[in-house]
């Protein structure tokens, strides 16, 4: 199986291009984003020496059913998908905070909370709560934007404004459209059987509009729980049966890697490649209803460049 690591298109009209962990974009004139998503994964903001089979295909199909079904919440960069790969947007510039939200008190958040820690991004949490619990209301824990190579840092809407990274008024409506678009993500989960548990949102700005940018609800942005499972597995203390990136981090972990300093990642076999390729082939067809259609993967680079070119020859 063949799967995008690397990518280096010139297309028509290209002023620059930006890699980043999973996501390469390239600027063309001054107005628009094609956004190449790679079978690149990563996890402890580091990213994994082999690349996933369809990863990229699934997360952009899947970032592309929710953005077209939340344009009634907000303005999104959207404008096509001219390859399974990629989606073509609106350059906008984005703001230097992610908008993360959650519903229930898991992952990160816990392992804090597990640690002792009862404020996490100027949050309060009350004492007593269990893992994978659902919080009364869900809350929003911003971090900051790492540049590449750096991780994402914790910071609390109080420091975010004082720091100046978003004026007080922008910060409203950012906080707006997180939790009406978590509602939303929240809403479209329960029809599959599912609950959003956490997520995360970008936004940037255009001509003095706020749009959400990047990629929404798929599974390395988001965590999900099954719904009919999820009370009897939180009254008996077991582990939720989630659909998200968790298994890979926590494969990682079981073989002695959290992304710290002096330790190696464990060797990714072809067998450990495919099941993570599997999985992810799940997670597309319970997140979305629909059945994963692999795209051609004999030469994909060839593919995107002709995809794309045409699209911006013809637009």
């Known amino acids: 199986m063949n799967a995008l690591t690397a ?14 962990k999973v996501r390469d974009v390239y600027t063309i004139g001054n107005d628009l984003l094609v ?7 990563s996890a402890f903001d580091v990213v994994l020496p082999k690349g996933i089979p369809y990863k990229g295909q699934m997360l ?3 970032a592309a059913k929710f953005l077209d079904a939340t344009e009634d919440i907000c303005p999104n960069w959207k404008l096509a998908t001219p390859d399974p790969m990629v989606t073509v947007g609106v350059a906008c510039q984005g703001y230097p905070v992610e908008m993360i939200v959650r519903g229930y008190l898991c992952g990160s958040a816990w392992r804090a909370y597990k640690s002792g820690v009862r404020q996490i991004c100027g949050v309060t949490l009350p004492d007593g709560m269990r893992e994978n619990e659902k919080f009364p209301t869900p809350i929003i824990t911003p971090t900051t934007k790492a540049e ?19 004026s007080a ?3 409203a409506v950012l906080e707006k459209y997180t939790l009406e678009l978590f509602a939303r993500g929240t809403e479209m989960a329960a029809e599959r059987g599912l ?4 997520t995360k949102y970008e936004f940037g700005s255009n001509n003095g509009t706020i749009y959400l940018m990047d990629e929404i609800h798929t599974p390395d942005s988001s965590r999900y729980f099954y719904a009919d499972e999820y009370q009897t597995r939180f009254d008996k203390g077991q582990a939720q049966k989630q659909l998200s990136k968790e298994f890979v981090r926590e494969w990682l972990m079981e073989n002695g890697f959290q992304g710290k300093a002096g330790q190696q990642v464990p060797e990714m076999t072809p067998e450990i490649v495919e099941s993570i390729s599997e999985r992810y082939i799940e997670l597309y067809e319970n997140i979305t209803g629909e059945k994963f259609i692999k795209a051609d993967e004999s030469n994909i680079t060839e593919r995107i460049s002709e995809h794309v070119t045409n699209y911006l020859i013809n637009r």
Request: hydrophobic share 30%; no cysteine; proline share 2%.
């Open 7 to 20: 990518t280096n298109f010139n297309f028509p009209n290209q002023t620059k291009v930006y890699h980043g």
């Open 35 to 41: 956004m190449v998503v790679t079978d690149r994964i």
């Open 60 to 62: 952009n199909q899947i």
């Open 148 to 166: 590449q190579g750096e991780h994402d840092e914790d910071i609390s809407k109080e420091e975010i404004l004082k720091q100046g990274l978003v």
């Open 169 to 171: 008024q922008e910060y």
């Open 195 to 198: 609950i959003l548990v956490d």
